[in-house]
Structures are given as structure tokens and as C-alpha cells.
């Protein structure tokens, strides 16, 4: 298995350039079948997310064209078959596919394994949002049969403000005869990415982005082309590196007002930052001290972010914590952290967890446990004393675009072996 080596203390300096969002992509690729015509996706990242997705609409006889950053779909000879475990478990965001499949055919076969190690993640409020929309769902081993006769718009309220639901649902309603409006809904700025995407092919979707979100289904939707957001949550792990490491590195091709919550919590530790158009710039690292995080739907600190500020926090004097509100199982970086010297405790409901700092890092081998602990583990390699190896780096590849490369350019001693 490959693994990453990092040599870590190396002070960083240069542009990093931003890719196309990973949890936008993963939803524009699903909605491309929706249109009937062809469409282009520029600004999309080379993250094997994107692979898997592709073999998916292979599976399905859509038309798939790849070159460096765009892809172009084409859906007019796509067969509507069994989309199997194989395919559907190699990524989550492979449910977008009930959403894209019913709003096209109003029926969907395919197979979801539900659940990932951060927590349980159900589906109960996609599910509960197709049934609205007129679907009736049989579900028997993770493998689901969802149709309608036709589907209908209707008002649907999500006990959870759901990216995921959000957007399947949106998905769902786009052709439905009729209005749909969904209240509570989550208002990432991946949803408006995919709105306007839908938009763009002619659908009629408004107030993408608040938590009222209203679809007037149409019959037809037309090519066009289409661009991905920068990724925030990469964007957000470049920036905590910079605060530890960085001299004159600058952060570019983002939007720092997707990043409000992260760059407050930055500044109250101590971090000096120039914030631009479209990039962020650290001069230089100061002395830091404990804060408090509690993670919360956007446009709060995004959960996605507290684990890779876990290792930033280490270097705050005093006391810190962190407070997960949305998943279940998200601390399991820290043992790892704990490895290289860390000082942590999980509160053993854990949903809190407290991090003592200044404590000096030393290089050691460790393990990635999901995607954003992987992440969490390459930002503490970086500072650490010495070398660190980290294993199950395929959780990693997954989310963050050569991320080996973009490091090496700005001076750090990274490499896959
Ligand atoms: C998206 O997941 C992201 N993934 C996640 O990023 C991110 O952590 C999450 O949103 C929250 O921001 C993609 O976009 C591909 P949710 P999603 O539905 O849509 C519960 C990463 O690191 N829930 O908002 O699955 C669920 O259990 C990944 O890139 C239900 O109870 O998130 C969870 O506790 C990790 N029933 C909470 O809501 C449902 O039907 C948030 O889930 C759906 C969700």
C-alpha cells in the first residue's frame, strides 16, 4: 500500500492554487445526466471521486469525455439499468444518482451502502423527500427501487438542514410536474454551485443558498456549460498550514467568503492574514493561543474543517476544544495526533474534545481514518520534528487534488512511497 513521507519542520512560501470543489463536483456530475442535450463542467478537479463517478456513467451508456479539468456528458443514449454495489459504494455521493435518475425516469435501481466511519449517515430524509415528491421506495440489503408514476412538486421540510438531501431532492424535482419548495434546507455554497448549474440548463430554481429553497419543474433541459466552485474545504486546509508554516504563501483561486467562519476562529488564535479578492495571504506564523470550535451547518465552521484544525490547536498555547454537533464519530484523528505528542481528550460522549497546547510534534508512523483525519495527519507531518509516514493515504487522493505536488512546489519535503 502506498503510503506519504513527510519530513516535516520546512517553511513554506509560493502560491498554492485552489481546485474545483470535491462536494460540488460529485453532485454536478450526477445532474449532468438530468440534461438532454450535452453539457461541459469546467474547473473540475483530478480527484479519484471523479473516476469513480465517470465509471458509473459508463455503466449506464451516458457519453463521457475527459480532458484536464473539464468533463463533457452527454445523456441521450443513457439506460436506465441497475447501478450495482460495486459502482455505488466506491463513494457516498454516488446516491445523487437516485435523485438525477428519478427526476429523468421517475424510477431508480441501484444499490447503497449506507453508514462510513465518521458516522452512521443515514438517508431517511432523501428518501423522505422522493416519497413527497410521489416515488415509492422499497429498500431490502442496501439495495433500492425507487419510482413514480409521475412526480409531482409538494412542500417538503427537512428535520436536518442535509447537503445531501438538499440536493438529491433538488435533483428529484427539477422535471416534477408542478412547485416544490424545500424549507430547511442546507445552504453550503456547493447547493448554489448545482442550482445554477440546473439553472443554467433551464430549470427553475430559487433561493439556493437560504434555507427556503423553491423548484418550478419544467419538461426540457438544454446544454450549457458550467464551472466548479473552488474547494473551501481545501482551500481551509491550505490556510491552517500557512498559519503554521507559511512565509509570504499565498493561497489562491479561492472565495474567502465561503471561509468566514474558519478565518474568524484563525484570527481570534492570533493569525495575521491579508485577505484578497480571491486569495488569502500569511506573511508569516505569530504565537497562537487556545480557542473554542463548535462545528455547525453553514454558514457555521464547518465540520469538515475541526479535524484539521485539531493539529493547529496543538500549537495554541492553553487550552482549547472542540465541540462536533454533526456527526456522531469525528475525533478519531486525535489518538493518531496523540502518537506524534499531542495532549488530547475525547469527552466519551464524543461529541467534545479538549486540546492542550503548545506541545512540540515528532514525526512517527501513523494512520488515516477517513478523509479529513487523513488531512488532520498531513498538517501535523508538516510541522513535526522529523519524518512521518502515513498509511491509508487513498482516503486522502480522494479529496485533495495533487496535493503532493501543489506541498513540494512551496518548499515541503512530501512524497508518496
Ligand atoms: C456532505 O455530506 C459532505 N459530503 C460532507 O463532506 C460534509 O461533512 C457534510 O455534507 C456536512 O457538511 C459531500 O458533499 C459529498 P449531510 P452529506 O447530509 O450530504 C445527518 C468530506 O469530508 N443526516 O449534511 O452526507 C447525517 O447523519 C465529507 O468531504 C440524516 O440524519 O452530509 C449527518 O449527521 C465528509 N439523514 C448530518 O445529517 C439524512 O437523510 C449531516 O449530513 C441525511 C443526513
Redesign the pocket.
Known amino acids: 500500500m502506498p503510503k506519504i513521507k513527510i519530513d516535516g519542520g520546512h517553511e513554506l512560501s509560493g502560491t498554492i492554487t485552489i481546485s474545483g470543489a470535491?462536494?460540488s463536483v460529485?453532485?454536478l456530475i450526477p445532474a449532468a445526466i438530468l440534461c438532454d442535450e450535452t453539457v461541459t463542467i469546467s474547473n473540475v478537479p483530478n480527484i479519484t471521486d471523479v473516476d469513480d463517478l465517470e465509471n458509473i456513467l459508463v455503466h449506464l451508456n451516458a457519453k463521457i469525455t475527459r480532458s484536464p479539468g473539464k468533463v463533457e456528458i452527454n445523456s441521450s443514449d443513457i439506460i436506465n439499468k441497475e447501478i450495482t454495489e460495486t459502482l455505488s459504494k466506491k463513494l457516498?455521493?454516488s446516491y445523487y444518482f437516485m435523485g438525477a435518475l428519478l427526476g429523468k425516469f421517475n424510477k431508480v435501481d441501484m444499490y447503497f451502502p449506507g453508514g462510513c466511519s465518521?458516522?452512521?449517515?443515514?438517508?431517511?430524509?432523501?428518501l423522505k423527500g422522493f416519497e413527497l415528491l410521489g416515488a415509492k421506495i422499497t429498500e431490502e440489503e442496501n439495495h433500492f427501487i425507487i419510482e413514480a408514476e409521475k412526480l409531482r412538486g409538494n412542500n417538503i421540510y427537512l428535520d436536518?438542514?442535509?447537503?445531501?438531501?438538499t440536493i438529491n431532492i433538488m435533483l428529484a424535482a427539477v422535471k416534477a410536474r408542478g412547485k416544490t419548495v424545500i424549507d430547511n434546507a442546507?445552504q453550503?455554497p456547493?447547493i448554489v454551485n448545482i442550482a445554477t448549474f440546473l439553472n443554467n440548463m433551464g430549470a427553475k430554481i430559487r433561493g439556493a443558498g437560504t434555507s427556503t429553497i423553491t423548484i418550478i419543474g419544467v419538461k426540457y433541459l438544454h446544454s450549457c456549460f458550467h464551472e466548479v466552485i473552488p474547494d473551501r474545504?481545501e482551500a481551509g486546509t491550505y490556510l491552517v498550514i500557512a498559519s503554521l508554516l507559511g512565509q509570504e504563501l499565498k493561497i489562491d483561486n479561492m472565495i474567502p467568503s465561503h471561509l468566514e467562519a474558519l478565518i474568524a476562529k484563525l484570527t481570534e488564535a492570533g493569525v495575521e492574514m491579508d485577505i484578497g479578492l480571491d486569495n488569502i495571504v500569511i506573511h508569516e506564523p505569530k504565537d497562537y493561543h487556545g480557542i473554542d470550535i463548535k462545528t455547525l451547518?453553514?454558514p457555521g465552521f464547518?465540520?469538515?474543517l475541526q479535524q484539521i484544525m485539531a493539529p493547529f490547536l496543538t500549537q495554541c498555547k492553553g487550552r482549547s476544544t472542540i465541540e462536533e454537533t454533526?456527526?456522531?464519530n469525528r475525533f478519531q484523528n486525535l489518538p493518531e495526533l496523540d502518537k506524534m505528542g499531542a495532549n488530547t481528550q475525547i469527552r466519551k460522549d464524543n461529541r467534545k474534545a479538549t486540546i492542550r497546547g503548545k506541545t512540540p510534534l515528532k514525526g512517527t508512523e501513523v494512520t488515516a481514518t477517513d478523509?479529513?483525519g487523513g488531512a488532520s495527519l498531513l498538517v501535523a507531518a508538516l510541522i513535526a520534528e522529523g519524518v512521518t509516514t502515513i498509511d491509508n493515504i487513498s482516503y486522502i487522493l480522494r479529496?485533495y487534488d495533487q496535493i503532493v505536488e501543489k506541498l513540494t512546489a512551496v518548499g515541503a519535503k512530501i512524497e508518496i512511497i
Not at 465518521?118 to 432523501?126: E, F, S, T, V
Not at 436536518?160 to 438531501?165: D, L, R, T
Open positions: 470535491k462536494n460529485v453532485a457516498r455521493a465518521i458516522g452512521a449517515r443515514p438517508i431517511n430524509l432523501h436536518f438542514p442535509s447537503v445531501g438531501a442546507a453550503e456547493e474545504i451547518v453553514y464547518a465540520t469538515d454533526i456527526y456522531e478523509l479529513r479529496g
